[in-house]
């Protein structure tokens, strides 16, 4: 008898975790809507099952997965959770990934697959948020996925220049970026260029394309990364154009102007290698309360200034004077007073 109920018991285990099942109801994954969500394991394949209702409607905007987990007596068994209760959930608020004040949601499919990638992953399907559904976008999707693909891939949305931003290494200083445009549903590659780190220290050396006049145009320039540097002087130019960086690397004092838009890239810099040092000199004077820092590049001379109470750089180009006035300055020009490099002197 007792072996009779213990095989019977053992069956019934075997059978429940064959086909586990579960659902949830889960009024806190987005405000203004319902999830449903339901999932089955069968020998070891799960299935899953989500619905998005609208709560002043009570229309079905989002439907993915195993629709048959969507049944009355499935449904009826729903437990009522907060999000952040279920385990490892595969769907999630995304952002607003096409810049049009709604957010959208991600799903990731149940397995993870190695289709070439750098480490197995689950194919992600990207659902835009419009006024009246969420529409899968095919085109997004391939941009995450191609994104999460690449080693240390990525994505990432930048809201204040309304731009998709996806990145991969290739190594500690070799990174690839692209950047891309949304419109409703679809993302278009606006530029596409690699950082490397080798050839050029201490900037990284960009090369790459980007989409002008409709087509597709070779550029090359520099970055920095700043976090990286040794810095004896930041501070950003107060008419918007760009942010201006002292910094220093072995006995070498470097200048760099980075420029304030989406791609921050290095416009100018003075010396742009070590090698070219001892022909970017820099002269330093202390008059009072002033320090000075000048330099020239061409025809142009620069001066960087900083008193008790301000800082900016002065551009001469043929005896025509800009006085860029400086904000948000951090360290100082005194840091050059007994500071020894390779192409700084003393007047």
Not at 63 to 92: C, H, M, W
Not at 176 to 185: C, L, R
Not at 235 to 255: M, T
Request: net charge positive.
């Amino acid at each position: 008898m007792k072996l009779k109920i213990s095989l019977l018991l053992f069956l019934c285990a075997v059978f429940y975790n064959a086909n586990a099942q579960k659902a949830y109801i889960i009024n806190d994954f987005m405000k203004g809507y319902t999830l449903y969500f339901a999932q089955q394991t069968v020998n070891s394949e799960i299935k899953e099952y989500y619905k998005l209702t609208e709560n002043e409607s009570k229309k079905i905007v989002l439907e993915y997965g195993a629709k048959e987990l969507s049944k009355s007596q499935i449904s009826k068994t729903a437990k009522t959770v907060v999000f952040k209760s279920i385990t490892d959930p595969n769907i999630r608020v995304l952002g607003d990934v096409n810049f049009d004040g709604r957010p959208d949601v991600v799903i990731h499919e149940t397995e993870a697959i190695d289709d070439g990638c750098y480490t197995p992953q689950a194919t992600a399907h990207i659902f835009i948020n419009t006024s009246t559904s969420f529409i899968s976008s095919q085109s997004i999707s391939d941009v995450y996925n191609d994104a999460n693909c690449m080693r240390g891939g990525s994505f990432d949305i930048d809201t204040k220049n309304r731009r998709l931003i996806t990145t991969s290494l290739g190594g500690a200083a070799l990174h690839g970026i692209e950047h891309y445009s949304v419109s409703g549903t679809e993302a278009k590659l606006l530029s596409s260029f690699e950082e490397d780190g080798f050839t050029q220290t201490p900037f990284y050396k960009i090369t790459g394309k980007k989409w002008e006049k409709n087509k597709y145009i070779p550029f090359t320039s520099l970055s920095v990364y700043e976090p990286d540097l040794d810095k004896l002087l930041v501070f950003d130019a107060k008419n918007g154009k760009g942010r201006i960086i002292l910094f220093k690397a072995d006995n070498v004092l470097y200048y760099a102007f980075r420029q304030n838009d989406e791609y921050k890239f290095v416009s100018f810099a003075h010396p742009v290698s070590p090698e070219k040092a001892n022909k970017a000199v820099f002269k330093f004077r202390k008059q009072n309360t002033v320090n000075e820092l000048e330099f020239n590049s061409g025809n142009i001379k620069y001066t960087i200034y900083e008193t008790s109470n301000s800082v900016g750089i002065k551009i001469n180009v043929n005896g025509k004077i800009s006085d860029w006035q400086g904000i948000g300055k951090k360290g100082t020009l005194s840091s050059l007073t007994n500071a020894k490099f390779v192409n700084l002197v003393r007047e």
